[in-house]
């Protein structure tokens, strides 16, 4: 009768231990959500930045070409809006590297969670708890 009881003890162990698991990956999931939403905000203002870089540099490059000047390089109101461009667009891929870190982070903490459970079901079956 003992080792009925044991067994349904078990049983439950490993389905207690199963439950956490899914809560655990559960609350990192909706953290990984919550992340995201806040870097989306993030790339959002970024691409709005950018798009007004981009806009600047066409009105100061459409003014120059409109004057007859040559030589567009050398003239700093174009290296100003082109300097804006490339911190835009920086920023756009700063955003992106982290969203993907934020991602791999996920996946990194599930695989953790998983296989800390298995080991803690595999000790249950095992008598080592």
């Known amino acids: 009768m003992s080792g009925v009881i044991q067994n349904v003890i078990a049983i439950l162990t490993k389905m207690g231990y199963r439950v956490l698991e899914y809560a655990t ?3 990192l999931w909706k953290m990984k959500i919550l992340k995201t939403q806040m870097k989306r905000v993030a ?23 409109k004057e007859g000047q040559p030589s ?15 911190e835009a667009e920086a920023g756009m891929k700063k955003i992106d590297e982290e969203l993907r ?19 803690k079901r595999s000790r249950v079956g095992s008598g080592g708890e």
């Not at 050398?74 to 461009?85: E, G, H, I, L, Y």
Request: net charge positive; glycine share 4%; proline share 2%.
């Open 25 to 27: 990956i559960l609350y």
């Open 43 to 65: 790339v959002s203002k970024s691409q709005k930045n950018l798009s007004k870089a981009y806009s600047g540099l066409g009105s100061v490059v459409y003014a120059k070409l």
């Open 72 to 86: 567009l390089t050398s003239d700093p109101a174009v290296m100003t809006q082109m300097r804006n461009v490339e």
């Open 101 to 119: 870190g934020i991602c791999d982070e996920f996946e990194a903490k599930k695989q953790a969670v998983r296989e800390m459970y298995a080991a």
